[in-house]
T-cell receptor, first 113, second 112 residues
Framework: DTAVSQTPKYLVTQMGNDKSIKCEQNLGHDTMYWYKQDSKKFLKIMFSYNNKELIINETVPNRFSPKSPDKAHLNLHINSLELGDSAVYFC????????????FGEGSRLTVL | GQNIDQPTEMTATEGAIVQINCTYQTSGFNGLFWYQQHAGEAPTFLSYNVLDGLEEKGRFSSFLSRSKGYSYLLLKELQMKDSASYLCAAPTDGAAGNKLTFGGGTRVLVKP
């Protein structure tokens, strides 16, 4: 059973399009995250939700909109995709908001052409 | 803010020992984490240090010196499967939760 699963694993799309990535965790964790890993392999936090409430929102363009329908799900919608959005997007969860032990999904590789 | 530095790449031989250093500057200290990431895969948690000293977990150990802002990950009896990137990370307390800031990762290549 996959603990943190995200779909799709690969996304190839044209500039200007809108795309979504979905994430689900079956660990019963309270907190979920979106991280972006760029071509230089730096992992940077984008958003964090705790029990469906947005608690961390880094300096991310407002073309990126997260949504958490319940504490087991966190989706990421991206509008008007740009070339610089190409990256691997990782979903993660932790037992509670102060925990640094994160459980990551397998990543969604987004390529914008 | 956070600043985390670690070497970009290291090469070692199967069966040997490798030490990956990490220096950090943080506005507050809430522990130091190490993650392993194989190419094309998700990062996985390895260790957490909040007090000075060495934490041992099988072939992997992690050391912390808070006064020096320094940590290292020690990999013993290297195996080919240990070829991966090793990420040092430190959390910053936000108003509502921890934010983990990751270093750029150290790519370890284990050769036969």
């Amino acid at each position: 059973d996959t603990a943190v699963s995200q779909t799709p694993k690969y996304l190839v799309t044209q500039m200007g399009n809108d795309k979504s990535i979905k994430c689900e965790q079956n660990l019963g964790h309270d907190t979920m995250y979106w991280y972006k890993q760029d071509s230089k392999k730096f992992l940077k936090i984008m958003f964090s939700y705790n029990n469906k409430e947005l608690i961390i929102n880094e300096t991310v363009p407002n073309r990126f909109s997260p949504k958490s329908p319940d504490k087991a799900h966190l989706n990421l919608h991206i509008n008007s995709l740009e070339l610089g959005d190409s990256a691997v997007y990782f979903c993660a969860s932790s037992q509670e908001r102060w925990s640094g032990e994160l459980f990551f999904g397998e990543g969604s590789r987004l390529t914008v052409l | 803010g956070q600043n985390i530095d670690q070497p970009t790449e290291m090469t070692a031989t199967e069966g040997a020992i490798v030490q990956i250093n990490c220096t950090y500057q943080t506005s507050g200290f809430n522990g130091l984490f190490w993650y392993q990431q194989h190419a094309g895969e998700a990062p996985t948690f390895l260790s957490y240090n909040v007090l000075d000293g060495l934490e041992e977990k099988g072939r992997f150990s992690s050391f912390l010196s808070r006064s020096k802002g320094y940590s290292y990950l020690l990999l013993k009896e290297l195996q080919m499967k240990d070829s991966a990137s090793y990420l040092c990370a430190a959390p910053t307390d936000g108003a509502a939760g921890n934010k983990l800031t990751f270093g750029g990762g150290t790519r370890v290549l284990v050769k036969p």
